[in-house]
C-alpha cells in the first residue's frame, strides 16, 4: 500500500513541474513529435473527443490529437503533423499580390 501512495505523490509532483506556467501554450518535443496543451476553458460536462492543434507562431507546427475536459480545464495530446510555413511567406511568394485600395474595397462589398 506504500508503494501505491509513493507512487501517486511522485506523480503529482511530476505533473506540477511538467505543466507549470505552461497554461494556453503549447509544449512539444520535436524529436518524438508530441505535443500537449492545457487550457482553461469554459466550465462544462468530462468528455473525450478528436482534437487539432495549430501553431500561430515559429516553428508553425500543426497536429492532431485527442482532448480530455474535465472541470474547468482540458488537457489536449498528440502528435505534430509538420511545419506549415508563415502567413508572411505564403503571401510574399504570390508574384502579383499588391491589391490596390479600390480592389480592398470591392472585395469587402461583395462579400457583404
Excluded at 10 to 25: C, E, V
Excluded at 30 to 40: F, N, V
Excluded at 77 to 84: D, F, N, P, T, Y
Aim: glycine fraction near 8%; hydrophobic fraction near 40%; aromatic fraction near 14%.
Amino acid at each position: 500500500m506504500i508503494w501505491l501512495v509513493t507512487i501517486v505523490i511522485l506523480l503529482g509532483i511530476g505533473s506540477y513541474y511538467l505543466f507549470r506556467d505552461t497554461m494556453n501554450r503549447i509544449q512539444y518535443i520535436e524529436t518524438i513529435r508530441l505535443y500537449w496543451i492545457t487550457r482553461d476553458a469554459d466550465p462544462g460536462g468530462p468528455h473525450i473527443k478528436k482534437a487539432w492543434m495549430r501553431h500561430t507562431s515559429p516553428p508553425y507546427w500543426r497536429g492532431e490529437g485527442i482532448e480530455f475536459r474535465a472541470g474547468k480545464y482540458t488537457f489536449q495530446v498528440g502528435i505534430l503533423q509538420k511545419k506549415m510555413p508563415s502567413l508572411e511567406h505564403q503571401l510574399s511568394e504570390m508574384p502579383d499580390f499588391d491589391p490596390s485600395v479600390k480592389e480592398i474595397k470591392e472585395w469587402v462589398d461583395e462579400s457583404t
